[in-house]
């Protein structure tokens, strides 16, 4: 029988924390971030397996509800009898660098897991018993396991792979030239909102816009369609909390994703939608055949594309679920 998706419940009992970035810490570019710490939040008992989560982009420390019952970017997944629980698991989620103050800098998912190995060494964390990531955090995931491979037990890669395919770049490279054009037209928040929905439409699938949107055409030329509506209202909402610099820097970041698939020693649960036109399922094959140690390999259709990794609960749930229990399996065990 399928294991329905957990409702979310809110969590009061997470505390922030942060470590100090060194004063020679350099970026594999050699540039320096402006930023002098990096942060991060600890939900669930000290004594429960440590578990990172990560995911796109706009994501970032707050992946469950908060104290207040805002809902986080990851609610379904990292709450009270979800997959990723904080009753029974110490979870960290991190927000990645630069921020939205800071200037435009060329990083790597490699850098960002290098600030996740400072945060962990400052709460005094010899390893992580798992990483969960998906989108961009999937690609932070693979290069903290190909770099740290002594502070991970195991790896739930979503939506992600070990190379950036160039259609996936060609998107991306639009919207940063959108992005630079609305800072040179004196409408930089215009441009972040254009490259929004430009990134929106790559994120979703026609068949999910055919069902939603109808084609009704408006009164006269130059008017919205229905759809132009949803995209112009997800543009305005997302320039509220994202930064031409940081979207540029992150957006690269993205591009410059490489990791050798046989140096991921850690057991990998991967996860895949062959609707994804960002990830292509393809890659991720490639991935799987080449890893030292897979667990398991999902790959499934989805509607959703590439956010299938925030859209589709009853499958992830399940996987990650079964992923994950050996770690309470080995906890029984020592208690023992």
């Known amino acids: 029988m399928p294991i329905p998706a957990p409702t979310p419940t809110p969590l009061i009992d997470g505390c922030d924390v942060h470590a100090m970035i060194p004063a020679d810490f350099r970026l594999e570019s050699g540039e320096r971030l402006m930023a002098d710490r990096v942060q991060g939040r600890l ?13 796109g982009i706009s994501s970032g420390r707050f992946p469950a509800l908060d104290a207040a019952g805002d809902p986080g970017w990851w609610p379904w997944l990292v709450c009270r009898g979800g997959a990723v629980d904080p009753a029974r698991t110490r979870v960290l989620a991190f927000d990645f660098l630069p921020g939205n103050d800071d200037a435009t800098v060329t990083i790597t998912a490699t850098d960002q897991a290098r600030l996740l190995k400072l945060l962990l060494d400052a709460i005094g964390a010899a390893r992580l018993d798992a990483f969960v990531g998906a989108s961009y955090g999937g690609a932070v995931a693979l290069a903290f396991a190909a770099a740290f491979p002594d502070h991970i037990g195991r790896l739930v890669v979503i939506s992600a792979a070990h190379r950036t395919h160039p259609m ?17 037209a004196g409408q930089e928040a215009q441009g972040v909102a254009l490259a929004r929905e430009l990134a929106m439409i790559s994120y979703r699938t026609p068949e999910e816009f055919g069902l939603r949107f109808a084609s009704t055409a408006p009164a006269a030329a130059g008017d919205a369609y229905p759809v132009c509506d949803y995209l112009t209202a997800r543009g305005v909402a997302y320039r509220q909390i994202m930064s031409v610099d940081r ?20 057991p990998l649960t991967l996860i895949g939608f062959t609707s994804d036109r960002l990830v292509p399922i393809e890659d991720l094959r490639d991935l799987a055949a080449r890893v030292p140690v897979l667990q398991q390999f999902v790959e499934a259709p989805s509607i959703f594309g590439h956010d299938a990794f925030l859209k589709e609960r ?15 399996t080995r906890s029984r065990e020592i208690a023992a």
């Not at 979207?247 to 698939?261: E, K, M, Q, T, Y």
């Not at 009853?314 to 309470?328: C, Q, W, Y």
């Open 43 to 55: 939900l669930g008992p000290d004594d429960g397996p440590l578990i990172a989560v990560a995911g």
């Open 168 to 184: 996936a770049t060609a998107l991306r490279g639009l919207q940063r030239r959108l992005l630079v054009f609305g800072r040179a």
């Open 247 to 266: 979207w540029i820097s992150l957006s690269d970041s993205l591009d410059r994703h490489a990791v050798a698939p046989e140096r991921i020693l850690a």
């Open 314 to 328: 009853e499958l992830i749930s399940r996987t990650l679920t079964d992923a994950l229990l050996p770690l309470f």
